[in-house]
């Protein structure tokens, strides 16, 4: 990062810091005041206004709003889940936080989320005023910060940073919510107000992606990006076994992987409070990458989970915890602080790296744990019959439980209450067939497995693939000499499960025969696998039918002008009788299949059409008009009306959903600008949404004269818009075309597509006064180019910007965001032109221009110029003489042993560094230098910190003489 970026965002952040906690004690009373009595000319005034209006945080009863009061522990995490709209909650133990205080849930919250720990003697101390320090750790927690970093160096009290706090404020002081303040310190033990608590959270709103509803992820290649999701994630099933990446996002709800396969769910540079890995049927990899942290991971079924590439620390742990679910399949590679096992009969398989802590709970019996070579877990606590297996090492194992087998010794063990010396075995080989031996009435579109007691390879050592299969396992029908059944197959990446799918269904009530080749595998240990078959049969029916509801079973609010509703099946259909659908619209299917209710009773069939998709799969009912509101409805299928191509009957299903309830406007919302205010609410139903704003003081309209744009006196309304709307999801509407400074009610309301109306909402907003359109600063030297990049109209506090090293003053030109204004502009104090040059005296310069309309409030911005620092050479003298670094020196004799150096940088305050150790520049130090030295590196560091050069003294010598 350019130092400019990071001191302007820097300073951003200490304005931003200036601002970090708003939200009263939700204990009282507390009020949103369109104007509080107590912020007027407060340098955070427009901030606190944003930040009410974005409903994390409210005034008191007395109208104030007390900008420079400290913000409790408690009150921050409030104001911080209501911005995020987090709602999932903890268990939570804190020996000072009760379930009666009004901040329960709040740190409830937190604490899943995953952005409070507490402290180390189990207290939440929520009363206690937070630190500007103790922010930036809950704020990295919920921000994505991958590749920010501050230079907190700069800060002359940057050592005053608790090391458990450093790389928290690098971080969000490199994502510009945090920096130092007018005397150029960090104040890291500085109490947070309301008015810096107000600033931070409302930039995070605005400059964050924030997705507050469950996002559900089902395309193949999906990525997830700098996003804070603030509820749960799902990998639906529907992605199958295709992959997906989530990089450099916070979820702060769970991501549910149900999913997915083993190429793979990428997590990359992120944090994570919470997985389950649930995913049917296949192995899901779950991969963690750099800067990763997953809270807790909870595994059933079968799954992996590796780490790769991972920065370590807070912010690149990878898996914290992992629980795994009895009879799971687990496969860990990489290296993991915690694994437990919860359930009995697990398979958990360390392939490679380590574990820290193994637990096996006394529910874990009858695990198998497998550590390949190479693999270590430093500390295996058991307390459950349990069977080791593999060449890896166990450090310490602590037995608390009897009948526990290894194949490899641990180095140490200690026997505790309960345990005794476990025993060593040798690894037998063995394979399970599914379907098993002689099972019958097998589905004909089943999937045949393999299953083997430990990880297979090829007779000659190389590692199987799928390619390999076809050489090892024959499929037959009819009998064990019969047909080849043509099919392919996979092996699984712990390479002891083959799965075998047949190229097309079997055939009804018939015996097919699995064979597996004599000595075509080997194990680990050189065992060869013996011949061994298997047979099943078939019956007369696929595996079990699905239906599928849209909406679906139990979902309310459904829209009133929903077109249509669908009955999905999975297979293809026919009548009962096994004759075709002839058409789309086949009467059958009206009359005799489709149940459509509304309350209770019966829709008429003339109130609807049914039609079914050419793949016969999709039924589709479409109401002849919109549906009624608040009402429950039930759409399904009869019994003995439909079966599956195959002959298997499709029996009784359906679907009772709820429509929505009168049209409603909630959360409603505005963000005033200087000549325009956005109206933010969301509707209940889909719709059009009609706003108008009117003066303060106008007679308040009723929702027919908001329709057509008027005030309550059938005057045009000052600003009108309509849109259209989706229920649920937040709209924004601008209403434009106002005028500055000026206080302004906005009216609106909720039309759905039957002309249902809403109550009309109101809500009062001020716009902001009239603000720059430009504001440049660029040094008055030759090439000079404006270092005040990023200028936004509404950002007024620009902190520190950096100007080159010899600068000795600015050119500063503004204009207004107007083409006519009746005001002026100053930069300071001057307002004969909006331009001036400011001379910078010792390096620094401070700058402020104000803008103000005749008769309306000043808007004024800030900014600080600083002189970078320089790494340059100014010039440097060996033993007297003037030397250009690169360039050869010629030492008086072959054997010269010391030269006396006078290095003199252009910055007279930068460092001079050799050897590792500071000089003094522009004076004489002597280098000892041995016969076999050629080249000497010497480094200048800017006064600021922000630039290092290296320079290379290069050495000749004369040739030794001759003995």
Known sequence: MKKEKFIKRLSVLLLAIAMVLSLSSTNTNTYAAAAFNDIAGHWAEQYINRAVSQGFIKGYPDGSFKPDAQVSRAEFVSMINRALENSGTASISFS?????????????????????????????????????????????????????????????????????????????????????????????????????????????????????????????????????????????????????????????????????????????????????????????????????????????????????????????????????????????????????????????????????????????????????????????????????????????????????????????????????????????????????????????????????????????????????????????????????????????????????????????????????????????????????????????????????????????????????????????????????????????????????????????????????????????????????????????????????????????????WTTAGAPALSNVSTIPHDKSIDFKATPSVNGMIYAVAVDAGAVAPDAAAIKGGKDGSGNAALAFESASVTASSAKTITLSGLSTDTQYKIYAVLYDGSGNVSNVVNISSATRPLLLKSLAIVPAIDGGKNVLTGFSPEKTDYGNVSVPYGTDSVDVTAAANADVFVGTISINGDTSDAKARIPLVNGRAAITVTIQETGKTAVRYTATVIESGSADLDKMTINGDSYTPGTNYLLESYDTSSVVLNITPEDPNAAVLLDGYQIESGEDTTLNISPSTTSVTFRIQSSDGAITKSYVIRFTRPPAPEQ
């Not at 207290?123 to 230079?151: L, N, W």
């Not at 396992?473 to 197959?489: I, M, W």
Request: hydrophobic share 30%.
């Open 96 to 656: 000072d936080v009760s379930r009666g205080d009004w901040y329960y849930e709040d740190v409830a919250k937190a604490v899943r989320a995953g952005y409070v720990l507490g402290y180390s003697d189990a207290t939440f101390k929520p009363g206690r005023s937070i630190t500007r320090q103790e922010a930036c750790v809950m704020i990295s927690k919920f921000v994505p910060t991958y590749g920010e970093s501050g230079r907190l160096q700069n800060f002359s009290d940057y050592r005053s940073v608790a090391d458990w706090a450093y790389t928290a404020m690098s971080k969000v002081n490199g994502k510009g919510y945090i920096g130092g303040y007018a005397d150029g310190r960090l104040h890291p033990l500085d109490n947070l107000t309301r008015a810096q608590a107000a600033k931070i959270i409302s930039e995070i709103l605005e400059e964050e992606k924030i997705v507050t509803s469950n996002t559900i992820v089902k395309k193949d290649g999906t990525k997830l990006s700098g996003t804070i999701y603030s509820n749960n994630v799902t990998i639906d099933e529907d992605l199958d076994d295709d992959s997906a990446t989530i990089d450099n996002c916070i979820i702060l709800g769970s991501l549910n992987v149900q999913g997915g396969g083993e190429d793979t769910i990428t997590v990359n540079n992120s944090r994570i409070a919470r997985a389950a890995v649930e995913k049917e049927d296949s192995a899901v990899r779950l991969l963690a990458k750099g800067e990763t942290t997953i809270g807790n991971t909870e595994g059933s079924e079968d799954f992996i989970l590796q780490t790769s590439s991972l920065s370590g620390g807070d912010y690149g742990a990878g898996f914290e915890k992992i629980r795994i679910s009895g009879s799971a399949g687990a496969v860990l590679r990489g290296n993991f602080p915690y694994v437990s096992v919860d359930g009995s009969y697990a398979n958990v398989k360390l392939e490679s790296g380590t574990i820290n802590e193994f637990y096996v709970s006394s529910e874990s019996r009858r695990s198998d744990i497998t550590v390949e070579s190479g693999a270590t877990v430093k500390t295996a606590r058991v307390y459950a019959e349990s069977y080791f297996h593999g060449k890896g090492t166990i450090s310490n194992m602590l037995v608390y439980a009897r009948n526990i087998t290894y194949e490899t010794k641990p180095k140490s063990w200690t026997i505790g209450t309960g345990g005794s010396t476990p025993t060593q075995t040798e690894p037998e080989l063995d394979m399970t067939f599914s379907p098993k031996n002689a099972e019958t009435g097998v589905y004909l579109d089943t999937k045949i497995t393999i299953k083997f007691s430990t990880a297979m390879r090829k007779y000659n050592g190389n590692a199987i693939t799928a390619s390999d299969i076809q050489d090892i396992v024959t499929l037959r029908k009819g009998s064990s000499t019969g047909t080849e059944v043509q099919y392919s197959a996979t092996i699984n990446t712990a390479k002891d499960l083959i799965t075998i799918t047949p190229s097309s269904n079997l055939s009804s009530n018939t015996r097919y025969y699995i064979q597996v080749e004599k000595d075509a595998m080997r194990d680990s240990y050189g065992n060869y696998n013996e011949a061994k078959s298997s047979y099943f049969n078939t019956g007369d029916t696929t595996e079990k039918l699905t239906i599928t509801f849209s909406p679906a079973n139990g979902a309310t609010g459904v829209p009133i002008d929903t077109a249509s509703f669908t009955i999905t099946f999975s297979d293809r259909v026919v009548k009962y009788d096994g004759s075709s659908i002839t058409s789309s619209t086949d009467r059958y299917l009206r009359d005799s299949v489709v149940v459509f209710q509304e309350g209770g009773k019966s829709v008429s069939t003339s109130s609807y059409s049914v039609s079914i998709n050419s793949t016969r799969r999709v039924i589709t009912i479409t109401p002849s008009a919109n549906l009624l509101l608040n009402t429950k409805y039930y759409v399904g299928i009869k019994s003995n009306t439909l079966k599956t191509e195959g002959g298997k009957a499709v029996p009784a299903a359906g679907a009772t």
